[in-house]
């Protein structure tokens, strides 16, 4: 960083008490009070530089002592004292941290050149020039300093010409920048790199105050040179350094110990980020998207911000992975760790866009796709919070249901979810249990997962008597088809027999015969299964009202006698056979 050096004389101030005065023998003959320091000082030196002093001084003669209050200067007295020093030839050092309240002073004390030549304000305005703004990180630096005197700083072109300054320096080519920055991203290392990363500016520029930074994002941005990506990119970078909510860490001393004057900052901050992002889908990540989201109900937000971002991620949900998903509940009222509520709301405004945009989407390959991974994507994320002691059912239940039929190939992932949550959650009630496995689908499950679910004694009975009533009549229908010969055996079975064989209408007959004798067979297993489902809904419903055992159901039968229908031992007998199919 580049610095101008002024004077030659050593520096004789010193100070006594509340007083700043120099090693001198000549009597001190000006007074001058700023704030709570008195300066006690010498016509001769300041006078001939200072306009502003000649104009209080001019009624009063060489020799009386004069003494003045400039509460109103500004930068205080330390941006005084580098004007008195300049007067007195003593050294100083200006550079990018200290030119702005040194020059708003001089302005101030009207030292310009038509007072006299090679004064204070001509030298800093030159060294502005010159070096300040021909330099990266000075113009960042002298920037930033411009917050102090907001108003000083507007009026002198100071404000305008450093955003110029930063802006062209932005859109230059990175073959062509060969000025310092600062780029700390995790495995960079200039050495390796001797090509300049696009997005090298956006560190320097995130130490600037959220006005400042909001004014050169949007000069930028009107200039259509650099994509929206690395627009993107620049707000991301100003989020993590301003917003330490952005983490994935849940502790509850952070924010009690939050002030309301750093939430309505951080809110400030948040707010603008959001309107900055650029319209173009993809231009920032839809993992940054939901960390602005959940930070945002902790902050209190407007509604209209709320929104937009759950309609921005929405729009991107299919990009997500689990990870995104996973933000701890800001909420007091909520016991869940993860923040299920946050998910719910993007799930549901991207089924509105997807339906909107997607009339026949059935027949549209690359929406059913986006839909199948958004419905991947909540199975996955509910395998991660069913692990969550304090999940409740209903939570659950809401956003397995919110997801559509034609989103899910199969059930074998909501199934996994129900069975990590069966788990975690041994002491759920039976009713809990029938509601949360009544969002499964047993026909929709594959044959593996099907076994795995019959052996399952996390379930409750009426979902595994569900399970065996689908085995069996899968298995009704596998022998069906496999008994019955196909049409044209039978048609070349006919040309093979001698003369006395029967006709083709005998044939049709015999073949209606054995296609009733299968259906009929077939309806029994049926009807037997559907008894049994209707006797273990009945069974549940007693044991859920009374405390004592139910008795076995009996039920005769009209060619075997007696059928023993005690839940427990079907669904023994079912499981063991089930094994023994799988290993036969």
């Given at each position: ?11 004789t ?16 003959d ?23 002093l ?23 007295e ?17 550079s990018?941290?200290?030119?702005v309240?040194?020059?708003c ?14 004064n ?11 070096c300040?703004l ?15 005197l ?7 072109g ?34 390796q ?11 320097d520029?995130s ?23 690395l627009?993107g ?18 502790s ?6 939050q ?7 951080n ?45 921005r ?12 998903l996973?933000?701890?509940?800001t ?8 923040d ?12 509105k ?5 997607s ?18 994507l ?20 809401s ?5 559509p ?51 399952n ?15 069996q ?44 004798h ?33 008795r ?13 229908l ?10 063991s ?8």
């Amino acid at each position: 960083m580049k610095f101008m050096k002024l004077g030659t004389k050593a520096d004789t101030f010193y100070t006594e008490q509340a007083t700043r005065t120099l090693i001198s023998e000549i009597v001190v003959d000006l007074v001058i009070q700023i704030n709570d320091i008195t300066y006690l000082l010498h016509k001769f030196p300041l006078l001939p530089k200072c306009g502003l002093l000649q104009r209080f001084c001019c009624d009063t003669s060489d020799s009386e002592s004069v003494s003045l209050e400039l509460h109103d200067i500004p930068g205080g007295e330390d941006a005084f004292e580098l004007c008195a020093k300049f007067c007195y030839g003593i050294a100083i050092n200006i550079s990018a941290h200290n030119f702005v309240s040194a020059l708003c002073a001089a302005k101030f004390l009207r030292m310009n050149d038509s007072i006299e030549k090679g004064n204070f304000v001509g030298k800093l305005e030159s060294f502005f020039n010159s070096c300040i703004l021909e330099g990266w990180k000075d113009s960042i630096a002298t920037l930033q300093t411009t917050a102090t005197l907001p108003e000083w700083s507007e009026n002198l072109g100071i404000v305008r010409k450093c955003i110029d300054s930063i802006i062209e320096k932005i859109l230059t080519p990175p073959p062509q920048v060969k000025w310092s920055y600062t780029y700390t991203r995790p495995g960079y290392t200039k050495k390796q790199h001797h090509s300049v990363p696009k997005d090298w500016w956006t560190e320097d520029v995130s130490d600037l105050d959220i006005d400042l930074f909001r004014c050169i994002i949007m000069a930028i941005r009107s200039t259509y040179v650099l994509p929206p990506q690395l627009i993107g990119e620049a707000l991301h970078v100003y989020a993590c350094r301003w917003l330490p909510g952005l983490t994935k860490i849940k502790s509850s001393g952070s924010s009690a110990s939050q002030t309301e004057e750093s939430k309505e900052k951080n809110r400030k901050i948040l707010e603008t980020i959001v309107s900055m992002i650029p319209a173009d889908r993809g231009s920032v990540s839809v993992g940054f998207l939901f960390r602005l989201l959940s930070i945002s109900i902790h902050l209190g937000v407007s509604s209209v911000t709320k929104t937009e971002l759950i309609r921005r991620a929405s729009l991107q949900f299919e990009e997500a992975t689990v990870s995104d998903l996973l933000y701890p509940s800001t909420s007091s009222s909520d016991q869940n760790y993860y923040d299920t509520e946050l998910v719910l709301a993007v799930l549901e405004t991207f089924l509105k866009l997807w339906k909107r945009m997607s009339p026949g989407a059935v027949d549209n390959s690359y929406f059913l796709r986006s839909i199948r991974n958004v419905g991947k994507l909540i199975d996955s994320y509910l395998q991660v919070v069913a692990r969550d002691d304090n999940m409740q059912v209903s939570k659950f239940v809401s956003l397995a249901e919110t997801v559509p039929s034609i989103a899910r190939e199969d059930h074998d992932d909501l199934y996994q979810s129900i069975s990590i949550y069966l788990k975690v959650h041994p002491d759920l009630s039976k009713a809990d249990k029938k509601r949360l496995c009544g969002i499964l689908d047993c026909q929709r499950l594959s044959p593996e997962v099907r076994a795995h679910a019959v052996k399952n004694e996390l379930l409750p009975l009426r979902t595994v008597v569900q399970l065996l009533y689908f085995e069996q009549d899968k298995g009704s229908k596998a022998t069906t088809s496999h008994k019955l010969p196909k049409p044209h055996e039978i048609l070349l079975g006919a040309k093979h027999r001698p003369a006395t064989a029967t006709t083709k209408e005998e044939f049709n007959r015999e073949e209606i015969r054995e296609r009733d004798h299968h259906k009929t067979k077939r309806s029994d297993g049926k009807l037997l299964a559907l008894d049994l489902e209707k006797k273990m809904a009945i069974r549940e419903d007693i044991e859920e009202t009374q405390s004592e055992k139910a008795r076995g159901v009996k039920d005769a039968s009209s060619s075997s006698g007696k059928v023993d229908l005690d839940p427990k031992k079907i669904i023994r007998r079912a499981r063991s056979k089930s094994e023994h199919g799988v290993k036969k």
